[in-house]
């Protein structure tokens, strides 16, 4: 038995904190699974970033999901002070025993001595000092090998207190709610589309360097469209909306397009109706996952070993370049990744078929 482990019955409220990107919020949320399974009494709430809250809304391990705004840094010093203080005397006023930080944002240290939980844990992060070291009770080491998936990596901050979480409690949940689900249905079959009828491709990322090209995109579309209805869906972001005008500018055939006309919640019911997802390492991949819907993953310079569809049938396709994973923004940080720019159709539409074989 772990010596220093936290006695579960003096856990009645818990704050975990992901302060990152959707698609790590996602990742994150069977930390709140596993511990509303294991002190069932207990309320546990999270702490995300106001852009990254649909992730977790609705899902039934949490009480209260709070927000830091990302614009608030862009306000009057006095108008971010004001909107600082209000959510720390919420926080506050919650009385946590645990608080559980998943990444090594500096945010956490301060909330762990502030806060006045009486269990903290967080990464061990040795280039964050002496201050990181002493402001949280418990700290677990970080796989620096780029093999250990970033569910399992954030469930370690359980394990770390002596919580070992079953197989149940680490699958992905998303819920979108009835009404948007209704609202998705009526959208598809106005495009005469059944579910389960349809390939569900979205090609953009927020980072360029993840992405394929937009000829073998379109040449991917048009051969599925073949034997398939082809949804393309993207961002309302300029740059992805660009890479989506310049893929349609190539097809020969007519996918229906969704781009920048869906919210999360939407994005999430539509995948859930797919046959099958194509797209890249991004958050749309992890809600494809967190849906049931099988999924072929095109990787680049991100690893496939921490970053892949968790627990749904997948292919991930990628090259055999030496220097990848590398985590650069491109080769040479220059935006563009030759291990994506080479990947060929032939693979990509291989992948695809054999997931979509299953589904018959």
Not at 43 to 71: C, N, Q, W
Not at 301 to 306: A, D
């Amino acid at each position: 038995m772990l010596k220093d482990a936290v006695p579960l019955g003096e856990i009645a409220r818990a704050l975990v904190v992901m302060l990152r990107h959707h698609g790590d919020v996602l990742l994150a949320a069977p930390v709140a699974a596993a511990l509303q399974a294991r002190v069932p009494g207990a309320e546990i709430d999270a702490l995300v970033y106001d852009d990254t809250a649909p992730m977790l809304e609705g899902h039934p391990a949490l009480s209260r999901v709070h927000a830091v705004g990302r614009k608030w840094k862009n306000e009057s010093l006095l108008s971010q002070l004001g909107a600082e203080a209000k959510l720390f005397a919420t926080l506050r006023a919650r009385r946590y025993d645990l608080l559980l930080h998943l990444t090594e944002q500096p945010r956490g240290a301060w909330l762990a001595r502030s806060l006045g939980a009486r269990h903290s844990v967080a990464p061990a992060a040795p280039e964050r000092g002496a201050f990181w070291k002493r402001s949280f009770t418990h700290l677990y080491p970080l796989a620096r090998n780029g093999r250990r998936h970033k569910v399992e990596a954030n469930l370690d901050a359980l394990r770390r207190i002596g919580l070992q979480p079953g197989m149940e409690e680490r699958r992905l949940r998303f819920l979108p709610g009835a009404a948007v689900e209704a609202s998705v249905a009526a959208l598809l079959a106005a495009e005469g589309l059944a579910e389960r009828g349809f390939v569900h491709i979205h090609p953009a990322s927020r980072w360029s360097f993840k992405c394929w090209p937009a000829e073998r995109n379109a040449e991917l579309i048009d051969r599925l469209s073949a034997a398939h209805r082809v949804v393309i869906t993207a961002a309302p972001a300029p740059e992805e909306m660009a890479l989506i005008e310049k893929i349609l500018s190539k097809t020969k055939s007519n996918p229906v397009n969704l781009a920048g006309k869906l919210t999360v919640k939407e994005l999430g019911a539509l995948t859930s109706r797919a046959s099958l997802f194509v797209g890249v390492d991004s958050m749309p991949m992890h809600l494809a996952a967190a849906m049931g819907t099988p999924a072929v993953a095109l990787f680049g310079p991100s690893g496939e070993q921490e970053w892949r569809p968790w627990r749904v049938a997948h292919r991930v396709v990628t090259t055999n370049h030496p220097c990848r994973p590398c985590g650069n923004d491109g080769c040479g940080g220059g935006k563009i990744s030759e291990c994506l720019t080479t990947l060929g159709v032939d693979e990509v539409y291989a992948a695809a078929q054999e997931l979509l074989s299953r589904e018959r």
